[in-house]
């Protein structure tokens, strides 16, 4: 077995440390910090699994502040191509989530973005 040491990427929501990457799947561990969110986006190829590791996380489906689900610990929610989603944290706590995901990393396709990026 290979050892490999973790990579960790800062955002501006937060970080994630990628686990492993392979010719078939990406393993990520994504911190979201407390009151912040991702960018709304879909993928046109990528396809991930989601698990809620600590905290509660918050899935928006589209722009609509109010179009959401949330998630506990221990709860999992899958994401397919062309699926709108948005993820974030409440603001009383970081949220913890395990990222599966396939290879394509660079696709993401955002619709908006709380900090400009495009």
């Not at 990406?26 to 991702?38: A, E, S």
Request: glycine share 4%; aromatic share 8%; hydrophobic share 35%.
């Amino acid at each position: 077995m290979d050892i490999q040491k973790v990579e960790r990427v800062d955002k501006p929501w937060g970080h994630e440390e990628i686990l492993i990457q392979t010719n078939n799947y990406v393993m990520k561990r994504i911190t979201i910090t407390r009151g912040k969110r991702m960018s709304l986006q879909y993928h046109e190829q990528k396809e991930e699994t989601i698990y809620v590791i600590s905290g509660t996380l918050i899935v928006w489906k589209s722009e609509d502040f109010y179009d959401h689900i949330t998630l506990d610990s221990n709860d999992v929610y899958h994401v397919v191509p062309r699926q709108v989603h948005r993820f974030g944290a409440p603001d009383h706590n970081d949220t913890v989530i395990l990222e599966c995901s396939t290879t394509q990393l660079t696709d993401v396709v955002r619709l908006a973005d709380d900090f400009n990026r495009t």
